[in-house]
Nanobody, 125 residues
Framework: QVQLVESGGGSVQSGGSLRLSCVVFGYSFSTYCMAWFRQAPGKEREWVAA???????WYPDSTEGRFTVSQDNAKNTLYLQMSSLKPEDTAMYYC???????????????????WGQGTQVTVSS
């Protein structure tokens, strides 16, 4: 059974950094697309980074250059290193997984089958 467990959220001041972790149970990274999404109160869940089965990475403009997604196969863990954090980055952050089709990773919530429970990130000004 596939299970994703996030950790690492917390409260930081604007300009600070955090690293989120997502431990994966029940499947191999090499066959799945992985992604991080976030959802702020009253807003839709949005994609912030994706990591392909071939280790390719994708970011939207809002996080490009500030966020870095990576994985440690030995630890079955996906990471999201976040730097230069802004108050607008405040949200619940979720990791997600979907079987890879070999042609890239989805960027919408509908394209992911498995989700973690989320970890809260709060950035104060």
């Amino acid at each position: 059974q596939v299970q994703l467990v996030e950790s690492g959220g917390g409260s930081v001041q604007s300009g600070g950094s955090l690293r989120l972790s997502c431990v994966v149970f029940g499947y191999s990274f090499s066959t799945y697309c992985m992604a991080w999404f976030r959802q702020a109160p009253g807003k839709e869940r949005e994609w912030v980074a994706a990591f392909g089965a071939d280790s390719a990475t994708w970011y939207p403009d809002s996080t490009e250059g500030r966020f870095t997604v990576s994985q440690d196969n030995a630890k079955n863990t996906l990471y999201l290193q976040m730097s230069s954090l802004k108050p607008e980055d405040t949200a619940m952050y979720y990791c997600a997984a979907a079987p890879s089709n070999g042609v890239g990773c989805g960027l919408t919530t509908l394209e992911y089958d498995y989700w973690g429970q989320g970890t809260q990130v709060t950035v104060s000004s």
